[in-house]
């Protein structure tokens, strides 16, 4: 891996026994935070060499903020150090079963913000999950089954062909295949999936395109995406003008899956638009501006997360100021305060029983 313009050797990577800090390269331009932040950016080995979301890392370090970066096959993670590290967040983008996003799950539990956060992740990670959530809560989705292996094919009714076939924890469109009839599985061929599971779906006639909506917070762009389904189908992958009903829908996922920046993929049909995948960090491609959108984000939510943790101690220690006189080391005194605050009335004895003060004639 490359850092800071020199390549650090796999045998040092391995041994490592914290993350790498990226070195400090402030640039003129960007936006100035009032408080610069210290991020660590979870790297999985699929992402080593991809662009995302080490481009969002870099973008950050030359605004002038500490990025570490955490490789999980080669860096020893001390857990018992995880809630003195400081963090203002960690940044993952997961793959699916990956070492790292059970890092980011006990960076959450020691209290640390994660972007984007482990339910929301585990929601959409798992496409068995996704499926059955989404249409729970009202998101248009084809009719799907899960499988535990390919034989089971056979016994899903005719009636909800063609079907769509993909891995429970595929990305990248890999894996997809496409059954016009039950008389295709005889020449039906997957490779090796490792033990996955499958969602079989019902395929919903498209223009033989995606549409993939890219969101970050409240901003949603549309891009038109090659079909891994139709790749007979000549298109230019470029940002769309996007509709109403587009922007309500990737909002929407957004509100009941509790993702901050994400995307999922559409298909519009007769019926509407149909999601048929959310991704939990996307790739963001053709969208205008989007490292320096991306960056400004995660910045926006490690600041009011930074600044919510302040208010909470500063509401802490107004509590202990104001229960002070009535605590005694660290527990509630034995002695309760008379409103005239002589003492002499409703003292407590050494058992406990109240003991009345001399009345007056």
């Known amino acids: 891996m490359e850092i800071g313009g020199e390549e650090v050797p796999r ?120 499926a059955a959530f989404a249409h729970a809560r009202g998101i248009p989705v084809p009719r799907t089954y899960f499988i535990a292996h390919l034989d089971l094919l056979k016994k899903i009714p005719e009636v909800d062909y063609p079907l769509v076939v993909k891995p429970t924890n595929g990305s990248a469109c890999r894996g997809i295949y496409r059954l016009n009839s039950p008389a295709d599985l005889a020449t039906l061929e997957i490779g090796p999936h490792n033990g996955n599971f499958f969602l079989a779906q019902h395929y919903v006639d498209n223009p033989g395109y995606d549409v993939k909506l890219y969101v970050i917070g409240k901003d949603v762009y549309a891009v038109a995406k090659k079909s891994p389904l139709h790749p007979e189908v000549a298109l230019e992958e470029q940002l769309l003008p996007l509709a109403a009903e587009w922007r309500r829908l990737a909002r929407r996922v957004g509100e009941i899956f509790g993702l901050d920046i994400y995307g999922l993929d559409v298909l519009e049909t007769s019926q509407g638009p149909v999601v048929v995948d959310i991704n939990d960090f996307p790739s963001f491609g053709h969208v205008p501006g989007a490292v320096g959108q991306v960056a400004n984000y995660i910045l926006r939510i490690a600041e009011q997360a930074k600044l919510k943790r302040r208010r909470n101690k500063v509401m802490v220690m107004q509590a202990f100021t104001a229960l002070k006189p009535i605590l005694h080391g660290g527990q509630l005194s034995k002695t309760a305060i008379p409103r005239n605050g002589t003492g002499t009335e409703n003292d407590a004895s050494p058992n406990g029983a109240r003991m009345r003060g001399p009345r007056m004639a």
Request: charged share 25%; aromatic share 6%; with cysteine.
């Open 11 to 130: 045998s040092e990577r391995r041994v490592a026994r914290r993350a790498v800090r990226l070195r400090a390269r402030r640039t003129a331009d960007g936006p100035t935070a009032a408080t610069k932040m210290y991020l660590c950016f979870i790297v999985e080995e699929q992402y080593r060499h991809d662009s995302m979301p080490m481009v969002i890392a870099d973008q950050l370090r030359q605004w002038g903020h500490t990025i570490d970066v955490l490789e999980p096959p080669d860096t020893v993670t001390c857990l018992s150090d995880l809630a003195i590290q400081r963090y203002d967040a960690y940044v993952l983008k997961t793959v699916s079963g990956g070492p790292g996003f059970s890092i980011l799950e006990a960076a959450e539990a020691v209290g640390i913000p994660t972007i984007n956060n482990s339910r929301s992740i585990s929601l959409v990670r798992d496409k068995t999950i996704a």
